[in-house]
């Protein structure tokens, strides 16, 4: 058997319009390399025909593996597919609409050749996106840097070169609720950030709205940071601390022959505030236990329909 010097990982889903200029521009730029590639195909449940697609493309080039899951188990779970399915010594995750440009490959691969063993591609600039969009992007990758325990590079997405010994170990790392980038951060080995400019979306649209990005942020903080339970209990401290000034002050003034605290409002403020903070953090406990129900199920992360067998 060949062995593969570069594995290529894309997920797809729904992405009819874009699998032939993916396939296109990755033969291009690997083709000029050299040396022995696949390109990983992990179908994450497609209805739009690219499931059909990549079957095709699989029978034309044996350098295509096909991955097709039983159903959509989410852009992450397929990142970690394609980490299993991988053979190459080095694995670079990239995005199927082509935002992230193959021509930025030879760079990752440059680095990784210095003896680098992660090379993660940094932002520099994001086309065709909206302002709001970039500023939550902006705002999410900086709050992660400063809460959580690992410090993931920020402007960074999943596009990204990874040592096949990083690659190993990821593939140990089976928790449910999954952060790629923030895990190949936890690794260690010696990384390395590569500036690139994000292309727009080649055709089609997003996968990833407003509600899904609000979902990944979660799993990030949950899975590297304690930082929210910290947060509940900061907020008992204050709340307490209120009670303690509150009640002399009161009194006193109560003494003075004040009205100022005459009446149910100020009990109703007190006890909305009070109850709000109780709820906020039931709701903070209730996120990371049912994390850890996820975790003690075992289910499986994906379920594939189809694979190649070598």
């Known amino acids: 058997m060949t062995k593969i010097r570069y594995s290529i990982v894309a997920p ?25 590639w696949e390109l990983v195909l992990v179908d994450d ?31 992450q779970i397929a990142i970690t597919a394609g980490w299993d399915y991988a053979r ?31 090379v993660y591609a ?43 010994r990083v690659v190993d170990v990821l593939k140990t790392m089976r928790e449910r609720h999954r952060f790629p980038r923030g895990m190949s951060a936890w690794v260690g080995f010696r990384q390395i950030g590569v500036p690139y400019r994000r292309a727009a979306r080649y055709a089609g649209v997003t996968k990833y709205p407003f ?4 979902r990944l942020a979660l799993n990030a903080i949950t899975s590297f940071s304690y930082f929210p339970l910290q947060l509940a209990t900061y907020f008992g401290f204050i709340s307490a601390a209120l009670a303690i000034l509150a009640i002399p002050i009161v009194a006193i003034m109560r003494l003075m022959g004040s009205h100022f605290f005459e009446g149910q409002a100020t009990t109703l403020i007190a006890v909305l505030f009070l109850g709000g903070v109780q709820l906020i953090s039931l709701g903070v406990l209730g996120e990371y236990v049912g994390r850890i129900y996820d975790e003690a199920k ?6 594939v329909s189809e694979a190649p067998q070598d």
């Open 298 to 303: 075992g289910r499986p992360l994906y379920i």
């Open 88 to 118: 190459g010594d080095a694995v670079i995750i990239i995005d199927a609409d082509l935002q992230d440009p193959p021509e930025v490959i030879p760079e990752l691969i440059a680095r990784w050749k210095e003896g680098y063993q992660v």
């Open 12 to 36: 797809i889903f729904n992405e009819i319009e874009n699998i032939p200029e993916l396939y296109r521009r990755v033969c291009k730029v690997m083709e000029a390399l050299d040396e022995p």
């Open 211 to 214: 509600r899904k990005m609000l």
């Open 122 to 164: 940094v932002r520099t600039e994001r086309e065709g996106e909206t302002w709001f969009k970039k500023f939550t992007a902006a705002l999410f990758y900086r709050i992660i840097f400063r809460i959580t325990d690992v410090k993931i590079p920020v402007d960074t997405g999943d596009f990204r070169l990874m040592d096949r």
């Open 45 to 75: 449940g497609s209805t739009d025909g690219s499931t059909e697609a990549i079957r095709a493309l699989a029978v034309q080039d044996r350098r295509v593996r096909p991955v097709i899951f039983a159903r959509n188990f989410g852009h």
